[in-house]
């Protein structure tokens, strides 16, 4: 059995929505990951099967890895179809905020989503959720928001109709944001999820592979590059990775191929801290990625020096400046850091 995680009134309020609601748009952040599409999916597979005109929407394009996922075909790209999505915005009875807990995270696609007459819910598990819905349904302890929709739904009393294919986003949203269940992935309630998912004939195995054994040749050489100019902060326990656009276009980089990265730093005995810096495809910055393993908080860091946030353990920013300049705010910042991240857990 599940512990009752969201609030009897919140699942009320939401359910007389769902009753009255016949357009419903779907939203997550931007540069979704597979928490956003697997949680968005998720819910849209459920709406879908009660009759409901469903549409998700995210800011711009998601990874290759995560295009089998059932339903991805249809999820709409603002950046791409702005006109269409900006009207099925302004249109819908109601729009679920997904993954995310301020409007800026949704970029351009904010100004829609704030103008919208639409009743408006959130549904995350990032620390300070900002009031721009109705019913905010937060959850920081919560692993993933897919985790979430699937508590969601069976509270509803739906859970008969999670379909295979609902099942098996939600699965790949759950899987993703843990690292494949090697962190924030202690709550036993997580493997009860999972054995219900199995019962709706999810091939676990075969999603952990589609997700992360279909990289390209020129990834595996790229995640190589990286890491032989990794730079290891042994009296900090930290460690940084960086990729410069030139770089990229050296090893024919698409977006995505860099997933995970900054993940590796931590398999280093001692690292308890790692820092990965990209220049950005897109916008003239540098996007930061920051994971930790234990106690220390990457986010408080990151928001700190970076303008970010997120989690304890996986936080990121942004950093308008030159790579050098991003790598020395980044080593200002382990000096500050310096007893945190040298402390005995
Ligand atoms: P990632 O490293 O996978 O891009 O991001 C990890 C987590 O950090 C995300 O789930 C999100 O919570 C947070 N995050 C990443 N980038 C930003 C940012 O620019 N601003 C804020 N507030 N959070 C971010």
């Given amino acids: 059995m599940l512990t009752k995680v969201i609030e009897q009134a919140k699942i009320d309020h939401f359910t007389k929505w769902f009753e009255r609601a016949d357009k419903i748009v779907i939203v997550s952040h931007v540069s979704p990951d597979g928490d956003a599409i697997g949680s968005s999916l998720g819910l849209y597979h459920f709406l879908d099967s009660q009759e409901k005109t469903v549409n998700v929407i995210v800011p711009n394009a998601f990874p290759d890895f995560l295009r089998w996922m059932p339903g991805s075909k249809d999820v709409l790209l603002y950046d791409r179809y702005k006109e ?8 819908a009875d109601v729009i ?13 696609m904010a100004d829609a989503v704030a103008a919208s007459p639409a009743r408006k819910i959130m549904i995350d598990h990032h620390l300070y959720p900002e009031e721009f819905c109705k019913i905010t349904m937060s959850y920081p302890k919560i692993s993933s928001t897919s985790e979430l ?3 969601l739904i069976c509270r509803m009393g739906y859970f008969g109709d999670i379909s295979k294919e609902g099942a098996e986003c939600i699965y790949t949203g759950m899987m993703t944001d843990t690292g494949g269940f090697t962190y924030n992935s ?23 592979r589609k997700v992360y054994n279909t990289y390209s040749e020129s990834r595996l050489r790229l995640m190589g590059y990286v890491l032989s100019n990794m730079t290891v902060y042994s009296d900090y326990n930290a460690a940084l990775i960086t990729l410069t656009k030139a770089e990229q276009s050296k090893f024919n980089y698409i977006k995505g191929d860099s997933e ?9 005995k001692n690292v308890c801290f790692s820092c990965f810096l ?30 970010g946030g997120g989690h304890l353990n996986a936080s990121g920013g942004e950093f308008f400046g ?13 000096e500050k850091y310096k007893p945190l991240l040298t402390a005995k857990s």
């Fill in 278 to 307: 990209r220049e950005d495809t897109e916008k003239p910055m540098i996007k930061i990625s920051f994971r930790s393993v234990g106690t220390f908080p990457c986010n408080q860091l990151a928001a700190e020096f970076f303008n």
């Fill in 149 to 151: 929709i699937f508590r």
């Fill in 322 to 334: 030159t790579m050098e300049e991003a790598k020395a705010v980044f080593e200002k910042a382990l």
């Fill in 260 to 268: 995970g990265f900054v993940n590796i730093p931590l398999t280093i």
């Fill in 84 to 91: 269409f999505a900006d009207k099925l915005i302004a249109e």
């Fill in 96 to 108: 679920c905020c997904l993954d995310f807990n301020a409007l800026k995270r949704i970029d351009d």
């Fill in 186 to 208: 202690n709550n036993r309630e997580i493997y009860y999820i999972i054995s219900e998912l199995l019962s709706k004939g999810i091939d676990k195995d075969e999603i952990y």
